[in-house]
Nanobody, 125 residues
Framework: QAQLVESGGGLVQAGGSLRLSCAAS????????MGWFRRAPGKEREFVAA????????HYVDSVMGRFTISRDNAKNTVYLQMNNLKPEDTAVYYC??????????????????WGQGTQVTVSS
């Protein structure tokens, strides 16, 4: 079973940028679709972005389209989320996960691993 560790969160002003990282250990994620989710205070966890194993296909929730970019480095077993032009409504704990199903894609992403601790992103206005 892979373990996922998120990092890179912090406090930033609106309009600023952050780059989140998700490092996997315990098993390779090179062949898995990977995704980012977030949970804002008082809200359910929501999908943010997903990326195919090759990195050639990505999918985003509408609210982050054009501002966030998901990428991956399979050699490092790591997935990234570059977040630009951050808004106060992006404030949340961000989590990554993997879809281990062989038939998955970024548009069909379903998390299949236990959730990690996440990393807190706070955007001030």
């Amino acid at each position: 079973q892979a373990q996922l560790v998120e990092s890179g969160g912090g406090l930033v002003q609106a309009g600023g940028s952050l780059r989140l990282s998700c490092a996997a250990s315990g098993r390779t994620i090179r062949s898995s679709v990977m995704g980012w989710f977030r949970r804002a205070p008082g809200k359910e966890r929501e999908f943010v972005a997903a990326i195919s194993w090759s990195g050639l296909s990505t999918h985003y929730v509408d609210s982050v389209m054009g501002r966030f970019t998901i990428s991956r480095d399979n050699a490092k077993n790591t997935v990234y989320l570059q977040m630009n032009n951050l808004k106060p409504e992006d404030t949340a704990v961000y989590y990554c996960n993997a879809d281990l199903r062989s038939s998955s894609s970024p548009y069909l992403f379903s998390p299949t691993l236990a959730w990690g601790q996440g990393t807190q992103v706070t955007v001030s206005s």
